[in-house]
């Protein structure tokens, strides 16, 4: 049977975000949706990133979808299988997955004016609908930095997003390049078992301690008896969260606390002072992300492991050198170097109105109303589009904002019987100088530090600036006056 290629909804994704918006199309009753996946299984982040003691950095309690509380989670921060289970629960238990194509990349998608449609082009053939929503991930397409002589290597490579379990890493002499929240994972996992592990760190993480423990069995059997509890539970991690947003982007002066706890932290795990100097970030704490972890310090003190203060340069045959020409012969190099992110994978893919990519478009500035739509793009919906990121709480909760705005536009088309709606060029800049002179003064603008939440011309295009409830206000409502209505076309008569 030939499978259907026109609908009314076309989804991008199935990480946390394609699957909580489909979710949400299903509870409506807009039934008439397909979820393009380029992947094997759901999952995104959770089925990709499954390096050795891969994990989510805010509790479980709070990075898991508001309608869907697990009593089980295991721990405070659950780990990568432990998500990617809850994933697939979700998938099945709200019946999304027979709207799923999976093996479906998405190569690109231009909006088709007359038509009133999306064409939708995939490695399968051409799909089309009215709405599209991409939800492609700000992390899910890994970066290696190019690095001259890579090519010439002659043993292992790999990103830690594609991590290669068939490769067996005993005895190995490995170099793993990148100190961020990956690396730092990962790091203490492999250390007892490799021969040798030099770490090529170019700036050093500001690193506090991770308060993790397991859940009890009768704290699971409490939530899922008295599930309010469970709630309050997570509104008091939600609280938590949001108050350091007094520090980050109000007065960062207020970190300065923060600091003297990641200090000791050091001071308390790495006994030697010229390893700790070395371990001591010099731009304020929060202008990166600030990282939780109670065995990287630890693991960097043990006698296989040698720390590089400079990140790599070039690499031989069977070597690896940085920057201030320290070289080490390896047979394996890991990279924890992140993903790309200000450059948005997903914009040179999607043309609108005027035949112009995304990415074009951006080249301006990369902007978008309220995160989540373009002007000249008619009925594209982003989720996790720009400055929607964070630094401190729970993405889902932005997630969870945008969904529920993305539904309340579909509403709006619905009840009016419009066929597409554009956001006007004044709304989007009025919304993006808010969000551009909120930004002024936080951590990450003033912070002293070159992260990868800033663009190539030093632009924070990636993070929310301030508390996220903000966030939700803002996307509580699809405002229609932000919007131009284009009208459905009248077909010709076939004479
Ligand atoms: C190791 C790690 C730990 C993290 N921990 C936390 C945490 O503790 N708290 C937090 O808030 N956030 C965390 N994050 C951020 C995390 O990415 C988000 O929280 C969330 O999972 C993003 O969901 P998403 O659906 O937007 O994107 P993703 O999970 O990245 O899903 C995107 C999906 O789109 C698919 N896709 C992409 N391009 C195409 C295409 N062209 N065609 C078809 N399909 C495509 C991908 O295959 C993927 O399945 C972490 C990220 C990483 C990498």
């Given amino acids: 049977m030939s499978e259907q290629t026109h609908h009314h909804v076309i989804?991008?994704?199935?990480?946390?975000?394609?699957?909580?918006?489909?979710?949400r199309l299903r509870q409506q009753g807009m039934t008439d949706f397909v979820v393009l996946e380029r992947a094997a299984d759901v999952g995104g982040t959770w089925r990709d990133n499954s390096?050795?003691?891969c994990a989510c950095d805010v509790p479980s309690?709070?990075?898991?979808?508001s309608f869907e509380p697990n009593p089980s989670w295991s721990r405070s921060f659950s780990g990568q299988q432990e998500i990617w289970d809850y994933l697939r629960h979700c998938t099945d238990s709200y019946g999304v997955r027979p709207h799923i194509r999976f093996h479906h990349?998405?190569?690109?998608?231009?909006?088709?004016?007359?038509?009133?449609?999306?064409?939708?082009?995939?490695n399968r053939g051409e799909l089309t609908s009215e709405v599209l929503i991409t939800a492609t991930g700000a992390l899910s397409n890994p970066s290696i930095p190019d690095v001259p002589g890579l090519d010439s290597f002659q043993g292992k490579v790999f990103h830690s997003a594609q991590w290669d379990h068939g490769y067996d890493l005993s005895d190995r002499r490995v170099a793993v390049v990148g100190t961020g929240a990956s690396a730092i994972q990962f790091v203490p996992q492999i250390q007892p078992e490799v021969a040798s592990l030099t770490v090529f760190q170019r700036t050093p993480p500001w690193i506090i301690p991770r308060s993790d423990r397991d859940n009890r069995r009768f704290e699971q059997t409490l939530y899922r008896a008295v599930p309010g509890l469970q709630r309050l539970v997570r509104a008091g991690i939600?609280?938590?969260?949001?108050?350091s947003v007094l520090g980050l982007a109000v007065n960062p002066r207020l970190l300065t606390l923060l600091e003297l706890v990641a200090r000791a932290h050091l001071r308390r795990q790495v006994a030697d002072p010229a390893?700790?100097?070395r371990l001591t970030p010099d731009y304020t704490i929060g202008c990166k992300r600030i990282l939780l972890s109670n065995d990287y310090l630890p693991a960097l003190t043990r006698s296989n492991v040698d720390l590089v203060s400079a990140g790599i340069a070039q690499v031989g045959t069977d070597w690896v050198q940085a920057a201030d020409g320290t070289r080490r012969e390896v047979d394996t190099v890991i990279f924890g170097t992140g993903f790309h992110v200000t450059d948005f994978p997903m914009a040179v893919r999607i043309r609108g109105r005027d035949g112009r990519s995304l990415a074009d478009v951006w080249t301006e500035g990369v902007q978008a109303h309220r995160g989540t739509t373009v002007a000249g793009f008619p009925n594209l919906f982003m989720l996790v589009g720009p400055n929607t990121g964070l630094g401190h709480t729970s993405l889902i909760y932005m997630i969870e904002s945008q969904v529920a705005y993305t539904i309340d536009a579909l509403r709006y088309l619905r009840r009016t019987g419009v066929a597409a709606v554009e956001v006007r060029p004044q709304a989007q800049l009025a919304y993006n100088e808010v969000v551009q002179r909120r930004m002024d003064g936080t951590v990450w603008t003033a912070g002293g530090c070159a992260s990868w939440y800033l663009d190539a011309q030093g632009?924070?295009?990636?993070?929310?600036?301030t508390f996220t409830w903000r966030f939700r206000r803002a996307t509580r409502r699809f405002q229609p006056t932000e919007y131009v209505a284009h009208e459905h076309v009248a077909q010709p008569v076939a004479a």
């Fill in 275 to 277: 390893l700790r100097a």
């Fill in 238 to 243: 939600y609280c938590g969260r949001e108050f």
């Fill in 459 to 465: 632009h924070n295009t990636t993070l929310w600036p």
């Fill in 61 to 65: 309690q709070l990075y898991s979808f």
């Fill in 11 to 23: 989804v991008i994704g199935t990480g946390f975000a394609g699957l909580g918006m489909a979710i």
């Fill in 51 to 53: 390096y050795p003691g």
């Fill in 105 to 122: 990349e998405v190569l690109d998608a231009a909006w088709d004016h007359a038509g009133r449609r999306w064409r939708v082009r995939t």
